[in-house]
């Protein structure tokens, strides 16, 4: 991970589609009682002063083009942070209409559009609980270890 991040994390909300729930939880997180901001945590207003996406919801096909521009628009290296069972999969939204469903879908239109990023983390639950993401800020700065591996099933 980059060294700059281990000092403070610039952090812009992106809701791209969500029932506001992940979303009340990112404020949760930033009052006295969890402070996230004693970790260097801040929202800002603009991606462009962004070093992390933090993206709410599955992507719903109206909010496509702007979310591709906000996401453009952060400087490398990238991180896109997916929040909530939305963010990471597309929830039970996944396979509607109206929606392309989540990061997963959204890293293969950036990807087409030569659009890299460089890091990407996922943070399950409907809606997220605040000490996850928490955890979450704690692993981007490498102050916890991930919990969690990946198992790869060969077939025999
Ligand atoms: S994961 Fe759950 S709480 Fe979060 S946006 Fe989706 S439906 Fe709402």
Redesign the pocket.
């Known amino acids: 991970m980059s060294r700059f991040l281990k000092k403070s994390i610039w952090i812009f909300h992106l809701n791209t589609g ?5 979303d009340i939880e990112i404020l949760d997180v930033l009052t006295p009682f969890f402070d996230a901001e004693r970790f260097g945590v801040k929202l800002v207003v603009s991606p462009r002063h962004a070093d992390a996406i933090l993206m ?3 992507v719903t096909i109206e909010s496509l083009p702007k979310v591709v521009n906000a996401i453009e628009a952060v400087p490398r290296p990238r991180i896109l942070i997916a ?5 990471v999969g597309g ?2 939204w996944h396979d509607t209409y109206s929606t392309i469903g989540g990061v997963r879908e959204l890293l293969k239109i950036l990807e087409k559009r030569g659009i890299v990023v460089d890091h990407v983390y996922y943070i399950p ?4 609980r605040p000490e996850a993401i928490i955890y979450a800020i704690g692993l981007i700065k490498g102050l916890v270890k991930k919990k969690a591996k990946m198992k790869v099933k060969t077939a025999e």
């Open positions: 969500s029932c506001n729930a992940c709410t919801g599955p929040m909530g069972s939305c963010g929830g039970i639950g409907c809606p997220i």
